[in-house]
């Protein structure tokens, strides 16, 4: 069975900006928004690729690609991925990341309007819980 993300058809509407091609307009987005032209960016990488697993006799390599590998002036780095929905193995290929990669942060961007525009993935999540509690307690009164 084929997957939504890698059927031909959303291979040929990929995002091209400055010679990158990105997964998805989101991606695409937060390259504009957040790392073009940033002042405090020193270097970045699109699509690094972090070995989670080893490859073995009986099995291939676990890779995890992230959308982008910042390096700051500073000297700190930290590996962005765009997100909309986080899928189980999304979800286990971060812990395993977080586990692999200990030093290295690793975060999860979302966009959302009614939050302000770009918000960490698991600080939207828990806006979105906090807007269902009080919308549940607004309908019990």
């Known amino acids: 069975m084929r997957s939504k993300f890698n059927s031909p058809q959303r291979k040929k509407d990929k995002p091209v900006i400055d010679g990158f091609t990105f997964d998805s307009e989101l991606e695409a987005r937060y390259y504009v928004e957040n790392i073009k032209g940033s002042p405090i960016v020193n270097r970045f990488v699109v699509h690094p690729r972090y070995e989670l697993l080893p ?81 549940k307690a607004k309908g019990a009164v």
């Not at 995890?64 to 930290?78: N, P, R, S, V, W």
């Open 55 to 135: 490859k073995t006799t009986k099995h291939s390599a676990v890779i995890y690609i992230a959308d982008f590998e910042i390096t700051y002036d500073e000297g700190t780095q930290e590996v962005i991925d765009v997100k909309g929905l986080a899928t189980e193995t999304a979800l286990l290929k971060r812990k395993m990341f977080e586990h692999r990669y200990p030093n290295i942060p690793l975060l999860w961007m979302c966009y959302s309007k009614m939050d302000g525009g770009w918000i960490e993935y698991d600080e939207l999540q828990k806006a979105r819980a906090k807007r269902k509690k009080e919308k």
